[in-house]
């Protein structure tokens, strides 16, 4: 089946092509294509393009599908498009003509459009809860780990002290940027594309209004060129709020990798997150952190390939948009996973007490021994060239003592407020909007 068919029979290769893996990957928007529809045809029923008991009857069949659609029965049979032909052809076979319908002042973009809308901020939410899982994982060790004290590094060389609380505690408030990235990405998903139809608008007197105020969106795209030109768009941004966590784990666990190795031992995997070496009985490899390592470096790459997909396209829907679904959607799963896998391995990582006392780090010091002397009294430049020039001379002795107390510092990490600050951002995406959605349009 076909909306588009006008009885013409297409070449076999060509249809194929262009289907391409809309059939295994329209699944997922299966059930955001039901809540879809049955706003639209609440609107439909308004403007009296539907009477009222040809609505009850269409809702509750929806509905039905929609509870198909979680227990694993619904699939798009061969031959049928898409989501939206299966839906449509599902309604017709129950409900005869009525299921012809629900069309009415729409087109499949802006359909499609609505679908990943919908799906986005469902999986938004769902990333968003996982960061926090995560998030709060570190800020535990932070917490427990706060008096570890280890080198910190600037070009690779030995520079200032630093602490285990201070390592993790930096990822976990990295993180608070990335929510703050995926909430401009929810913001954007957030806009009801629907009326915009094939992105020129609708001679039916269409009230967007009302859609946009079923399906829960906290505004709609105005302008239907606009509505259309989001396509692409939607994805790219949620692709870099994808990307920004990507960025996190990759360089958390490039810091795990370095830490692990023998020249740093800073820290250590049980045996059973860990692989071995075919010829080398000794080894112990960090495979764990280096595949997360890759998987977010590739994720990382995705809103370049997205701009590539859909460069120079004017305005007006182009079938090169399609594909951008093969890309956007596994790569949402895969960071998922990569989170949980994350976690699982930041909670199981063993911590080296006594790092700082080995004596290659005794030059951490010298800026603290630098601060006390000005504190004494001596000149900076003068404090800095005196130590200077004990450590020349082989000279420079340390108590391996430090004593930061301002914000953010090895003696006040300021977890409470890292925690408020990641709380005030989750509040601001106001995810119960989706549930009242769902209660309202499915009765759950």
Not at 85 to 111: A, C, F, P
Not at 134 to 154: C, E, N, Q, W
Not at 274 to 296: A, Y
Request: glycine fraction near 6%; charged fraction near 25%; charge should be negative.
């Amino acid at each position: 089946m076909k909306l588009w068919d006008k009885g013409g029979q297409v070449d076999a290769q060509i249809e194929n092509f262009t289907v391409g893996m809309d059939r295994e990957l329209d699944h997922q928007l299966a059930k955001y294509d039901v809540l879809g529809s049955i706003a639209h045809i609440t609107m439909l029923e308004s403007i009296d393009l539907l009477e009222k008991e040809e609505l009850l009857l269409l809702v509750e069949e929806l509905r039905r599908i929609y509870h198909e659609i979680e227990e694993g029965n619904f699939k798009i049979e061969e031959g049928v498009e898409d989501v939206h032909s299966q839906v449509e052809l599902i309604l017709t076979e129950r409900l005869g003509d009525l299921g012809k319908k629900i069309h009415s002042g729409r087109s499949r973009n802006d359909q499609v459009l609505v679908d990943l809308k919908l799906f986005f901020r469902d999986k938004i939410r769902e990333v968003v809860g996982d960061v926090v899982e995560l998030f709060l994982s570190l800020m535990k060790r932070a917490d427990k780990h706060k008096g570890v004290l280890i080198p910190g590094y600037t070009h690779l060389q030995v520079a200032m002290p630093s602490s285990f609380g201070l390592w993790f505690g930096a990822y976990a408030e990295s993180l608070i940027d990335d929510v703050i990235s995926l909430q401009s990405a929810y913001k954007i998903s957030n806009q009801n594309p629907l009326g915009s139809a094939a992105g020129y608008g609708s001679s039916f007197p269409l009230n967007r209004q009302m859609t946009t105020d079923l399906l829960r969106f906290e505004s709609m795209n105005y302008n239907v060129v606009y509505a259309q030109m989001g396509r692409g768009r939607v994805e790219k941004n949620v692709a870099f709020g994808l990307a920004n966590v990507a960025s996190t784990l990759s360089k958390m666990a490039m810091d795990v990798c370095l830490y692990m190795s023998q020249n740093f031992d800073f820290l250590t995997l049980p045996d059973a997150l860990t692989t071995g070496s075919s010829i080398m009985p000794h080894k112990k490899n960090p495979d764990v952190f280096e595949l997360l390592r890759s998987h977010c470096n590739r994720i990382q790459g995705l809103p370049n390939q997205i701009t590539l997909m859909m460069n120079n396209l004017p305005s007006g829907y182009f079938r090169d948009l399609q594909l951008i679904k093969e890309e956007i959607l596994p790569a949402i799963d895969d960071l998922q996973e990569c989170i949980h896998i994350a976690q699982y391995a930041i909670d199981n990582l063993k911590i080296k007490d006594h790092i700082i006392e080995d004596p290659k780090y005794r030059l951490v010091f010298s800026v603290e021994e630098v601060n006390k002397r000005v504190l004494d009294g001596v000149p900076f430049r003068d404090a800095y060239k005196q130590v200077g020039q004990e450590i020349e001379a082989g000279q420079f002795e340390t108590d391996l003592q430090v004593h930061h107390t301002h914000e953010g510092s090895i003696g006040n990490l300021c977890l409470a407020q890292v925690k408020l600050k990641m709380q005030h951002m989750i509040d601001q995406f106001n995810f119960e909007k989706l549930d009242e959605m769902k209660e309202d349009l499915i009765g759950e």
